[in-house]
């Protein structure tokens, strides 16, 4: 027994010992900028991105690897949970590139915190020209001014509206301005049969969905979610009027009270089948709608519009993936090329084809080809010409946290809304400095 | 008289020898000890370690800031000692708004761990008993029973979370049946039920499969005998299934609390990540870990382990849970036992013998 406890002490204070020595020496192993970046070597690489539901992506890269048979790039596929694949994306990083990833898919939200945190590192903007390429979606792989994520795919909000309703009660365009939705339903609900109809759904579920909606309602209504300089500004007037302007409709049932528990599947399925006349959704349910197979109640009765704002169209929050160059990266030259080439307007052509994700070259939105398979292709281009971007945060967890933890406390009335975004205002200030 | 000069003779008998520790050890300690040397160099490289490097991870802090030139993150990891332990008690971190009232998100987290323990393990426990009651009785299709009971048990947390997800939708079973619309799936008190009810309806077989155990040892004759006397059945249940069966049920017990303690899955799967209703301790201590804070959720998984160890040595003590079991350990308890009350009487009738003569 005693031999036993001796042994175990003696080991637990040796192993004390060592770990206060290894974690002594990673403190002082912060490695340096980059600067001397060589983007000419060239050799295998390897693609990261999250789970590939298209199939478009291996492929397209079986098609580079015989195109460059001694540049070959690897695909790893991650989770197709936001979040894992961040994980996986940060411990590559803090490990010094012990799994290997060269080009990473990072979401737009990541931006700021790789780069700041040095996991990815910059393009030369001379090596990396974006001319041609949506200026938001530049602009979402760009952190203090420089290149970091290459634009790939984007994506902006749209709303869905009932054609065959709104045909019957008489209304000939779709609604531009928050009033004019409200009396658009308050028509419909007139029809006979649609009494119950819910007016406008969303996504209202304690999760990132709920930071891409209120910004909506803010910035919709003429308030700057954040400003140009960075800063918040969540509680002026003009904010105001559009977080009371959420919460009003949740209050009146223009919002259904159970759109607080929808994600973006919950409000499709509700407008599918029927119970809504209009949805603020990302592109993806333009097709899934549309399915003659029975699975949805509205194909061919509705059309998308650009969402709707407080006195004119209102302004969407920019979504989308880039492609960025991680730190520990060797063959820069392979990777600069496997984006500029995976990016090219026939390649990205491709994709949106097969993955129906929106492209990012301005050129594509009128290509005809691609407006005959997804006629919503003009509509998003106006809505994602005037996207504006969540926060750039290194922590932007913390930041996305505490807009969501003010947005519902905001709908689920646990407070008054000016109260909760008054502290959103402190807080973000402090998250935001 | 004989019988004290027996214990007379035994002790000073035993004053002459060394008192040995380990009253059964056979001397084979050593051997012992090199037989199991592989195990326990496994157990320290996978529990002992990690332990060892989170508590030193919670003793350290990583500050710093982007730099307003290059936007560049800037941090220094330092020596914080207690100090993280002490931050999660305060409203420095920050608050958030719960079921509970406004609080500082480690004590919100410490409030509902605590909850959902006391209020599952009760309904588990009394559900648990009525299983085990039901599955001990002999009538047809026991077996069937006894499977069926154990289907929840069976199901891994994270499959039963999305499917009571389903049943708690807003326009799911749960609320077709009560007819009204509650956003069980919000935020809110409700999502606290809705844990509760998930993991009553998993666990609770747990706790009547331990008790059933238990209840087989019982033997017939004890209620046979209770019976002649006349005792009623609620007589029986409370004088002679409790007692025989709770060294069975305190085991189910603790095991059950232990694990509801640091329950992740099921709030996490049914209800969501960072919904402070049901947020637990190790939901935020997983939390902080992927904001990359990696010293404070290192020090709320210390302090969820010292609870854990606290809750279970009250449990051992108090309740007398005997997890062992191992009837060798037993006799030499009972043979300690024994010798300190043949000391006690020893002494005791002396001094009666002193003061009678």
């Known amino acids: 027994m005693t031999v036993r406890k001796n042994a175990r002490r003696i080991a637990v204070t040796g192993v004390a010992l060592l770990a206060v020595l290894a974690t002594a020496a990673c403190g002082g192993s912060d490695s340096g900028s980059s600067d001397g970046a060589d983007w000419t070597q060239t050799g295998p690489i390897t693609y990261v991105q999250g789970k590939d539901t298209s199939g478009y992506v291996q492929p397209a890269i079986d098609e580079w690897n015989k195109l460059y048979p001694d540049q070959k790039v690897t695909f790893a596929e991650l989770s197709d949970s936001a979040d894992e694949q961040r994980a996986a994306m940060i411990e590559n990083a803090t490990t010094n590139g012990a799994k290997g990833y060269d080009v990473l898919s990072v979401d737009v939200v990541w931006t700021a915190e790789f780069a700041g945190n040095q996991y990815i590192q910059e393009l030369p903007k001379d090596q990396f020209p974006t001319d041609g390429y949506l200026k938001p979606a530049v602009d979402s792989g760009t952190y203090f001014d420089k290149l970091y994520a290459f634009p790939a795919t984007s994506d902006g909000a749209m709303m869905y509206y009932r054609t065959d309703l709104l045909e019957q009660a008489g209304i000939a365009e779709p609604p531009k301005t928050w009033d004019e939705v409200v009396a658009a339903c308050d028509a419909v609900k007139k029809l006979p049969g649609q009494a119950s109809i819910n007016c406008w759904g969303g996504q209202f579920q304690k999760y990132e969905g709920l930071t891409c909606n209120i910004a909506e309602f803010i910035n919709s209504a003429g308030g700057t979610f954040i400003t140009a300089d960075g800063k918040p500004d969540v509680n002026s007037d003009a904010a105001m009027s559009g977080v009371n302007q959420m919460v009003d409709w949740f209050d009146d049932g223009t919002i259904p009270k159970a759109a607080q528990t929808w994600q973006e599947e919950e409000s499709r399925n509700a407008f599918q089948s029927g119970n809504l006349v209009f949805l603020r959704n990302w592109p993806y349910v333009y097709t899934l709608a549309n399915k003659d197979d029975g699975s949805s109640e509205v194909n061919g009765k509705f059309a998308v519009a650009q969402l709707p704002g407080k006195d004119g169209v209102g302004v969407s929050t920019l979504g989308g993936h880039n492609m960025g160059v991680t730190t520990t990266a060797k063959n820069l030259g392979t990777a600069k090329e496997f984006i500029k080439w995976w990016n090219s307007a026939e390649n990205q052509k491709a994709h949106t084809i097969v993955s129906s994700q929106a492209p990012t070259i301005e050129g594509l939105y009128s290509d005809e080809e691609l407006v005959k398979q997804f006629p919503y292709m003009p509509v998003l281009r106006a809505s994602l010409a005037n996207a504006e971007p969540r926060p750039k945060a290194v922590e932007y967890g913390d930041v996305t946290l505490a807009i969501q933890d003010a947005t519902y406390n905001a709908i689920q009335g646990n407070s008054t809304p000016k109260a909760v975004f008054d502290r959103l205002q402190t807080d973000l200030e402090g998250l935001l400095k | ?357």
């Not at chain 2, 056979?26 to 320290?44: E, K, R, S, W």
């Open chain 2, 1 to 357: 008289m004989s019988n004290a000069v027996d214990v007379t003779h035994d002790v000073s008998k035993e004053k002459e020898r060394k008192p040995k520790k380990n009253l059964l050890s056979d001397g084979q300690g050593t051997l012992a000890l090199i037989l199991i040397a592989p195990t326990l160099f496994v157990i320290f490289l996978v529990v002992g370690i990690p332990v060892v490097m989170s508590v030193i991870e919670s003793i350290y802090i990583t500050t710093g800031g982007v730099n307003p030139d290059t936007g560049v993150v800037e941090s220094v990891t330092n020596f914080a000692g207690l100090q993280q332990y002490a931050d999660a008690f305060t409203e420095s971190a920050g608050t958030v708004l719960s079921p509970w009232g406004r609080l500082p998100r480690f004590l919100n987290a410490l409030i509902n761990t605590l909850f959902f323990t006391v209020v599952c393990i009760a309904f588990e426990t009394v559900l648990g008993v009525l299983m085990a009651l039901i599955m001990t009785k002999a009538f047809k299709g026991k077996g069937l029973v006894r499977a069926a009971i154990l289907i929840p048990w069976a199901i891994p947390t994270i499959v039963s979370a999305l499917m009571w997800q389903l049943v708690f939708n807003t326009s799911g079973v749960a609320n077709e049946i009560i007819g009204q619309q509650i956003l069980w799936l919000a935020d809110s008190v409700w999502s606290q039920w809705a844990v509760i009810i998930a993991d009553v309806w998993k666990t609770a077989p747990f706790i009547g499969l331990l008790t059933l155990a238990g209840l087989q040892t019982i033997p017939t004759d004890v209620y046979e005998a209770a019976k002649v006397d006349g005792a009623t059945a609620w007589q029986m249940f409370w004088r002679i299934t409790l007692p025989l069966v709770r060294p069975a049920l305190v085991v189910a017990v603790l095991f059950r609390t232990l694990d509801t303690l640091r329950m992740f899955d099921l709030p996490f799967g049914l209800i969501g990540p960072q919904k402070y209703s049901v947020e637990t301790l190790s939901m935020l201590a997983f939390s902080d870990a992927q904001a990359q804070r990696y010293g404070s959720a290192a020090a709320y998984s210390v302090m969820l382990f010292l609870l854990i160890v606290v809750i279970a040595f009250l449990f051992i003590r108090l309740l007398g849970a005997d997890l062992v079991s191992d009837p060798e350990v037993k006799a030499m308890n009972e043979a300690r036992k024994k010798q300190k009350a043949a000391r006690k009487q020893m002494k005791s009738s002396i001094t009666s013998g002193e003061s009678a003569t």
